[in-house]
């Protein structure tokens, strides 16, 4: 299994431009969520997902969109990227929710000039 | 809602050393505690996690401790190795919620 993969790995932007970064998981897993960690700082959650077609927001929504049409895939969505946004984005999975351990990815680094 | 607080924020250790990370947590109520090991330009993975109704879990070189009366838990790494150098992430969640909440990660040094 290839477990939780993000692409891009890298990716610079510009103030106002739009992009998609893209989360799958091939371990069927329920739960998916999509975090951000600052230099030196700790994962802030932006949205999660307990299912197709369920999202909910989480600490840092603002700025991000996110749609589960299947349960392999959790994309998230910048629409008007703001250098605030610079961070690394990881996104995650569980089988069953809060009680099961998380497996991450290996994030997407985003540079927004 | 729960708050985990995580200390030291920064580990410097010698080679051969032993290595303490510290988590308290608010609700009563958590009853599931992992830790992860992230490395640089990695993604956190997980290390050992431990369950409410258990008091101790070792695998190696690597144990963890939970105190509920105290609601504290700790990592504990003996003969620590240069490639236990990372970032160490604590977090607790309870059943039924579906977000479980991180410390702030402990930047661990080993120097050889």
């Known amino acids: 299994n290839a477990g939780v993969t993000q692409t891009p790995k890298f990716r610079i932007l510009k103030i106002g431009q739009s992009m998609t970064l893209q989360c799958t998981q091939d371990m069927n897993h329920n739960y998916m969520y999509w975090y951000r960690q600052d230099p030196g700082m700790g994962l802030k959650l932006i949205y999660y997902?307990?299912?197709?077609?369920?999202?909910d927001k989480g600490e840092v929504p603002n700025g991000y969109n996110v749609s589960r049409s299947t349960t392999e895939d959790f994309p998230l969505r910048l629409e008007l990227a703001a250098p605030s946004q610079t961070s690394v984005y990881f996104c995650?999975?569980?089988?069953?929710?809060?009680?099961?351990?998380?497996?991450f990815g290996d994030g997407t680094r985003l540079s927004i000039l | 809602g729960e708050n985990v607080e995580q200390h030291p924020s920064t580990l410097s250790v010698q080679e051969g050393d032993s290595a303490v990370i510290k988590c308290t947590y608010s609700d009563s109520a958590s009853n599931y505690f992992p830790w992860y090991k992230q490395e640089l330009g990695k993604g956190p993975q997980l290390i050992i996690d431990?369950?409410?109704?258990?008091g101790e879990k070792k695998d190696q070189r690597i144990a963890v401790t939970l105190n509920k009366t105290a609601k504290h838990f700790s990592l504990h790494i003996t003969e620590t190795q240069p490639e236990d150098s990372a970032v160490y992430f604590c977090a607790a969640s309870k059943g039924g919620s579906y977000i479980p909440t991180f410390g702030r990660g402990t930047s661990l040094i080993v120097h050889p």
């Open positions: 997902s307990v299912g197709a077609g369920i999202t």
């Open positions: 431990i369950r409410s109704n258990v």
């Open positions: 995650a999975s569980s089988p069953r929710g809060s009680n099961q351990p998380q497996h």
